[in-house]
C-alpha cells in the first residue's frame, strides 16, 4: 500500500468493518508508541451508532408478528382473527 502524493490511502474494506467506518465517518488520527492510529472520532456518532439509535426511539410496534405477516401476505382474514 503506497501513500498518494495528496497523502492519502486506501483503508481495506476488512478494516473498515471492523472498526464501523462508513462513507463520511468522522475519523481522527494519533500517534501511539511511534504508530500512527486511525478511529472514528469521539464525539460524533458513526451511521451506524445513528441508525441503531432511530430504529430503539422509534414507533413501537401495535401489530403482533401474525397480523404483520397477515398484512404483508395480503391476507385481510388473517388480521381480524384475533
Known amino acids: 500500500m503506497r501513500i498518494t502524493s ?3 490511502v486506501t483503508i481495506p474494506q476488512d478494516i473498515r468493518e471492523r472498526l464501523g467506518l462508513h462513507p463520511n465517518t468522522e475519523v481522527e488520527f ?3 508508541r511511534g504508530r500512527a492510529v486511525l478511529r472514528p472520532k469521539k464525539g460524533k456518532p458513526t451511521i451506524g451508532e445513528l441508525t441503531v439509535k432511530r430504529l430503539r426511539e422509534g414507533p413501537k410496534m401495535i401489530m403482533s408478528s401474525k397480523e404483520l405477516l397477515a398484512l404483508l401476505r395480503d ?3 388473517e ?3 384475533d
Open 6 to 8: 495528496k497523502g492519502q
Open 75 to 77: 391476507e385481510p382474514d
Open 79 to 81: 388480521i381480524d382473527a
Open 30 to 32: 494519533t500517534v501511539e
